[in-house]
T-cell receptor, first 117, second 112 residues
């Protein structure tokens, strides 16, 4: 399996809802990432998990809560979002140290298109 | 802080023409990635450049890296409509966590 999968593909939620985004990879990668991408902009890094531990939080508001249950799974829990949080949320993974010189080559999932009403 | 600049940000070109997209970055790095993104889709890895002087080619696209000049180029040869997309370069900085810093993207439109 050489891909990163994300569910759902699309999500519409109200500002009082709680929802979760899911990301999965079975490439044995040890680093996983969440990005947020607004239209016509580059992806913005939100969180990095390295060997299942949160290593980077780019000052993301607490209404976004990441979770890494195991080395293949990454979740992003959403609560009390704002309309400006509407964006494409991308998950990525990279090999980590076992990947040699390509240890930080990131492979992206198809994304979840989130709309907050 | 690592900054990555791409230019142009928007490029409209005729089929059959050649053009180059530039990616400049501000601090030392020896690894750079090029990605393609179609509208509403995810990022597809195009090239991985891991050393000074690296040159990679795939079809009508060729990427190169000059770490001394802190510059990468993505050259398009005899453009076709299917190449229309947004192209991002991304550079690994010195900060821990395998972080990529993305350029602003170049939106390419190839007209028949």
């Amino acid at each position: 399996d050489t891909e990163v999968t994300q569910t759902p593909k699309h999500l519409v939620m109200g500002m009082t809802n709680k929802k979760s985004l899911k990301c999965e990879q079975h490439m044995g990668h040890r680093a996983m990432y969440w990005y947020k991408q607004k239209a016509k902009k580059p992806p913005e890094l939100m969180f990095v998990y390295s060997y299942e531990k949160l290593s980077i939080n780019e000052s993301v508001p607490s209404r976004f809560s990441p979770e890494c249950p195991n080395s293949s799974l990454l979740n992003l829990h959403l609560h009390a979002l704002q309309p400006e949080d509407s964006a494409l949320y991308l998950c990525a993974s990279s090999p980590g140290l076992a990947g040699g010189r390509r240890y930080n080559e990131q492979f992206f999932g198809p994304g979840t298109r989130l709309t907050v009403l | 802080e690592l900054k990555v600049e791409q230019n142009p940000l928007f490029l409209s070109m005729q089929e059959g023409k050649n053009y180059t997209i530039y990616c400049n970055y501000s601090t030392t790095s020896d690894r750079l990635y090029w990605y393609r993104q179609d509208p509403g889709k995810s990022l597809e890895s195009l090239f991985v450049l891991l050393s000074n002087g690296a040159v990679k080619q795939e079809g009508r696209l060729m990427a190169s890296l000059d770490t001394k000049a802190r510059l990468s180029t993505l050259h398009i040869t005899a453009a076709v409509h299917d190449l229309s997309a947004t192209y991002f370069c991304a550079v690994v900085g010195s900060r821990a966590g395998n972080m990529l810093t993305f350029g602003g993207g170049t939106r390419l439109m190839v007209k028949p």
